[in-house]
């Protein structure tokens, strides 16, 4: 039994699956298909145009933004099983109701801390889903899950930040659509605090001196729907001072400020990830024969089943806690909450896919089923947005210092 959620959010959810039936499951296979005659694999196919059209006419735009000023001022709990909804199909879904990381992290730090120059020019697009976005903070260099890290130089001179550095992994970077990179680096790098060096600036694609230099695959994907991550260097790349997000030194806070959200909109995405896994699962199960029966007769694909289902149904739970602590106490008061379901929910779904897998034999690790490309998308999300390690030792010293 599905759990009941508010008036507003059944009435979406009703709208949104009715979307997900009638436009976006069909459309599928019709992006393949027109991105394998694409110029470019990085162009954006026509359909997910029409798709996006289709998704603002039905009033299922920027469902992520809580702010009502820009966005469906939705809560957290009620855009929990919304963005659920679109994991089933995350390589159009998401994109298609504008609600698709990068962006939105993007979307937030502009709405919060953008001036009005900045919101006219990149936020306004952005949230009219007229161009992408990139978030550039990684680099191959040093080890970027510790930010202080960063090597990536701003340095003021006269009016202007010149900068310089080298990212990777910068998803969405590779969609030439994508206008606008917020690019995370030092403006103080001997500053006494190693949290206040850092800054964000707003750095144009076609700046002189931005260089996409290589799409970085994935388990061997290129992920092109979701953009790509692709190797970016910035060779004194000069942008204006009035670029500067937020305060100079304020860079380490905004990337704090930013990743709470966007990592609880992984892990509800995740969990349709899993859904869809759960019922591809069931269909083969039925369809296929082994040995005289069907594979749904085996027990162990019984338990695959089953484990399955009650993984799906704590970690929902756990997510829906964590919305809703960020609705009543803010981001900061579900800290712990945040990273117990960022360490859960991808390791957790991975298993699924790996069932799911297994069930599908050959067929499971082949391009003719989604499976195995969730499967890599999943994994990944065990490093990005800050890899488990990291969650699970902050999360301990809280505890730790909670009882000793
Ligand atoms: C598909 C994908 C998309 C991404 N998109 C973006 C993007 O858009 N923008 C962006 O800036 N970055 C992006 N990233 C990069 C991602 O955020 C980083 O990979 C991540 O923060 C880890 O940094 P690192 O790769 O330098 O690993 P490192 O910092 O070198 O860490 C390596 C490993 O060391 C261990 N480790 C590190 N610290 C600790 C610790 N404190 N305790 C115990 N073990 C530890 C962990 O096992 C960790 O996995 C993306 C990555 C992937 C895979």
């Not at 080890?143 to 910068?170: F, H, L, P, Q």
């Not at 509800?268 to 039925?286: D, K, P, S, T, W």
Request: glycine share 8%; hydrophobic share 40%.
């Amino acid at each position: 039994m599905d759990f009941a959620f508010d008036a507003r959010t059944e009435e979406l959810r009703g709208r949104l699956l009715a979307f997900m039936d009638e436009h976006v499951y069909p459309a599928e296979p019709v992006a393949e298909e027109q991105r394998a005659r694409l110029a470019s694999p990085w162009d954006t196919p026509a359909v997910v145009g029409e798709l996006k059209a289709e998704a603002r006419r039905r009033g299922l735009w920027n469902l992520f933004l809580p702010d009502a000023e820009y966005g469906a001022g939705l809560t957290n709990l009620q855009y929990a099983p919304l963005a659920e909804i679109t994991g089933r199909s995350p390589h159009l879904a998401p994109t298609a109701t504008n609600c698709a990381a990068p962006d939105t992290g993007n979307m937030e730090v502009l709405s919060q801390f953008g001036t009005e120059e900045q919101k006219k020019r990149w936020l306004e697009p952005l949230l009219a889903g007229e161009i992408r976005s990139a978030f550039a903070m990684t680099e191959p260099e040093v080890a970027s899950s510790d930010a202080t890290n960063i090597e990536t130089r701003m340095i003021r001179d006269g009016g202007d930040y010149v900068v310089n550095g080298r990212k990777w992994y910068i998803s969405g970077a590779m969609n030439p659509d994508c206008a606008v990179f917020i690019v995370m680096g030092k403006t103080d790098p001997d500053g006494d605090d190693i949290r206040r060096q850092q800054s964000m600036v707003l750095v144009p694609r076609d700046a002189p001196g931005v260089e996409v230099r290589r799409a970085m695959r994935v388990y061997g994907y290129e992920d092109h729907s979701h953009g790509g991550h692709a190797e970016v260097v910035f060779h004194d790349v000069r942008v204006p001072a009035a670029n500067l997000v937020g305060e100079e030194g304020g860079g380490f806070a905004i990337a704090q400020a930013r990743l709470g959200p966007g990592r609880i909109h992984h892990c509800m995405r995740l969990i349709g990830m899993a859904e869809r896994a759960i019922e591809l699962m069931c269909r083969r199960a039925v369809e296929r024969t082994a040995f005289g029966k069907p594979l749904a007769a085996q027990g162990v694909v019984q338990n695959w089943i089953a484990d399955a289902r009650v993984t799906v149904e704590q970690l929902r739970l756990l997510v829906l806690k964590t919305a809703w602590l960020m609705d009543t106490v803010g981001n900061k008061g579900a800290h712990t909450e945040i990273q117990a379901i960022k360490i859960a929910t991808p390791r957790a779904v991975v298993d699924i896919l790996d069932s799911a897998v297994q069930l599908y034999g050959a067929g499971g690790v082949s391009q003719d089923f989604p499976l195995a490309e969730l499967w890599a998308s999943a994994r990944t999300l065990r490093l990005a947005d800050g890899p488990d390690e990291v969650h699970q030792r902050s999360l301990a010293r809280r505890e730790i210092k909670r009882h000793g």
